[in-house]
Structures are given as structure tokens and as C-alpha cells.
């Protein structure tokens, strides 16, 4: 919701690497572009190219039809850094207080 409506969504190849916490593509709205950064280390498997055509996917159907990449994983260990669903909604309330 804070990028606005959606309209660009830059993706990797499949078989590109992937660096936990680096970017590997971006999003563009009609209030910005922001990087994508990886929440995990690995090689991308699939893409998801219906984003090219439809890249408000990304906020309208975001834990469906707008999933960006899938990643195989090459370091297990990473995943214990990551935000469950609670974590991930208090950090999102927290930044939206800053703005």
C-alpha cells in the first residue's frame, strides 16, 4: 500500500543468485521505484512472469497471483532470521508511525 498502485515489476533470470538482504529487482509505482531485497540466499527456480503484464498483481494478490520469485535455498540458516506474520505486521505498524 505505501508504493501506491504498481505499474513496473523488474525481474531476475531463472538461475540467477541471490544474496539474502541485496537487491535483485524492483518495483515502480506511481509514487516511486523501490528495490526488491532478498530475504534469502539461493538461486531463483521460477519467475513470475505475469507481473510483466499485470504488475499490480504485486499488491492486489500479493500471497497469490502476485508471489515475484521462488528461491532454492542454499543456506538453511537464514531462514531463522526471518519475521513471522506477527513480527512482519508490528514492523509494518512501526514504520508507518515514522511517516
Do not use: R
Not at 539461493?42 to 528461491?71: C, S, T
Amino acid at each position: 500500500d505505501h508504493l501506491g498502485d504498481v505499474v513496473y515489476v523488474e525481474l531476475p533470470e531463472v538461475g540467477a543468485s541471490v544474496s539474502q538482504g541485496t537487491n535483485f529487482g524492483a518495483v515502480e509505482s506511481v509514487k516511486a521505484t523501490s528495490d526488491i531485497n532478498s530475504p534469502v540466499s539461493g538461486e531463483v527456480i521460477a519467475v513470475n512472469d505475469e507481473l510483466l503484464e499485470k504488475p499490480a498483481l504485486v499488491n492486489g494478490d500479493p500471497y497469490e497471483g502476485g508471489w515475484i520469485i521462488k528461491v532454492k535455498v542454499s543456506d538453511a540458516g537464514e531462514l531463522n532470521s526471518l519475521m513471522d506474520d506477527k513480527k512482519y505486521s508490528k514492523f509494518c505498524e512501526e514504520e508507518d508511525s515514522k511517516h
